[in-house]
């Protein structure tokens, strides 16, 4: 009698120690699928980046060209004679931001990926968006054309400072930095303003045309930022979704293969 319980209940664990196998090697399975949805996704991403990457290069010319025609060198010495206003945005920016960003982080728990991609947006500048809007609102551009360069220039060494800084607590290693576009962002600014200065110089009349033209598109900002914002977020939930989903059918997978092998072992 006794022997055969013995028997019983090693033939039981055997059966439960197989089906432990198999359910791992099923959660391999999916993680492996999840990561294949994952570079699909990713794959889609570097699809889109070229469409972007045209509509901003055809914003930029015509928003820095158009700001050309409404700025003139005394107003750009005059901040730069006077820097206190550039000083304080870019303490905000590249000491301010990223200590809210990482206190908000570690306070709520976001996954490291998650993270990363925080603390690299805190410090990243506005760019062309933020001329457009100050443009449109009848703002201070020169102001906002240098802030823009400046902070430019600086992201170039700030980025960098503040990923080491923060980002011991984060996986920092594999985390791409956008040092081409922020280097090329003054070359392009720069040269746009420039243009559109000498079309004002030279040419009142088309200067006023295409300033014109410019505030009768006020809308194309706004289409530009909701398409890319758009864009990524409903692919990062696509993929947040598709995640929890293999992650709830593993369980269930796993729980259902123990559940039978117990059966069958009884």
């Given at each position: 009698?006794?022997?055969?319980?013995?028997?019983?209940?090693?033939?039981?664990?055997?059966?439960?120690?197989?089906?432990?196998?198999?359910?791992?090697?099923?959660?391999?399975?999916?993680?492996?699928?999840?990561?294949?949805?994952?570079?699909?996704?990713?794959?889609?991403?570097?699809?889109?980046?070229p469409v972007f990457e045209i509509l901003f290069?055809?914003?930029?010319?015509?928003?820095?060209?158009?700001?050309?025609?409404?700025?003139?060198?005394?107003?750009?010495?005059?901040?730069?004679?006077?820097?206190?206003?550039?000083?304080?945005v870019m303490v905000i920016q590249f000491f301010i931001k990223p200590l809210i960003?990482?206190?908000?982080?570690?306070?709520?728990?976001?996954?490291?990926?998650?993270?990363?991609?925080?603390?690299?947006?805190s410090c990243c500048p506005s760019e062309v968006l933020s001329n457009a809007f100050t443009y449109f609102c009848d703002g201070d551009l020169s102001l906002s054309i240098i802030l823009s360069a400046t902070s430019s220039v600086l992201a170039i060494f700030m980025l960098p400072l503040n990923l080491w800084v923060y980002g011991h607590s984060f996986d920092t290693k594999?985390?791409?930095?956008?040092?081409?576009?922020?280097?090329?962002?003054?070359?392009?600014?720069?040269?746009?303003?420039?243009?559109?200065?000498?079309?004002?110089?030279?040419?009142?009349?088309?200067?006023?045309?295409?300033?014109?033209?410019?505030?009768?598109?006020?809308?194309l900002p706004w289409l530009y930022a909701f398409i890319t914002t758009s864009s990524y977020a409903a692919f990062s939930v696509a993929y947040q979704i598709h995640k929890q989903y293999l992650q709830q059918r593993t369980k269930k997978e796993n729980g259902f293969e123990l559940t039978c092998a117990s059966q069958t072992a009884i």
């Open positions: 009698m006794a022997g055969n319980l013995s028997a019983f209940y090693n033939n039981t664990e055997a059966t439960t120690l197989d089906a432990e196998i198999e359910a791992k090697n099923y959660s391999c399975y999916m993680k492996n699928d999840s990561k294949k949805f994952e570079y699909d996704i990713l794959q889609t991403n570097q699809s889109v980046i290069l055809v914003l930029l010319i015509i928003t820095a060209s158009s700001i050309g025609t409404e700025i003139t060198w005394t107003q750009v010495k005059n901040h730069i004679k006077n820097p206190t206003s550039v000083v304080i960003a990482y206190v908000l982080m570690r306070s709520n728990a976001v996954d490291k990926e998650h993270a990363v991609i925080i603390l690299i947006i594999s985390a791409i930095s956008p040092y081409e576009s922020l280097s090329l962002y003054p070359v392009y600014i720069i040269s746009f303003l420039v243009l559109g200065m000498l079309l004002k110089w030279k040419f009142p009349s088309a200067a006023h045309l295409l300033s014109t033209a410019q505030r009768n598109t006020i809308l």
